[in-house]
């Protein structure tokens, strides 16, 4: 069974971060682009980060405009996890986020910043 099982997220002031990680089961990680999007109240969701498979050529990761320079997506394809570190965050990145792998979702979790 496919499963993505997200942990992290909280309440942080503007300027700190976050770490949230997605523990993958069910399938082969690595053989998968990953990308975490995220949903704020009223808007549509949007992608925020992806990373290529590692067996793409040329592994490539890119990020969303609002986020680069900020955000890190990263994976460990031996321990079926994905990370999402979040610095500098501000009020506008308040959203529920979600990891994305194989066509599954995690449950989401939610990031406020608020001072």
């Known amino acids: 069974q496919v499963e993505l099982v997200q942990h992290g997220g909280g309440l942080v002031q503007p300027g700190g971060s976050l770490r949230l990680s997605c523990a993958t089961s069910?399938?082969?990680?690595?053989?998968?682009?990953i990308a975490w999007f995220r949903q704020a109240p009223g808007k549509e969701r949007e992608g925020v980060a992806c990373?290529?498979?590692?067996?793409?050529?040329?592994?490539?990761?890119l990020y969303a405009d609002s986020v680069k320079g900020r955000f890190t997506v990263s994976r460990d394809n031996d321990k079926n996890m994905v990370y999402l570190q979040m610095n500098d965050l501000k009020p506008e990145d308040t959203a529920v986020y979600y990891c994305?792998?194989?066509?599954?979702w995690g449950q989401g979790t939610q990031v406020t910043v608020s001072p």
């Open positions: 069910g399938f082969t990680l690595g053989r998968f682009p």
């Open positions: 990373t290529s498979s590692r067996e793409d050529r040329g592994s490539s990761t």
């Open positions: 994305n792998a194989n066509g599954v």
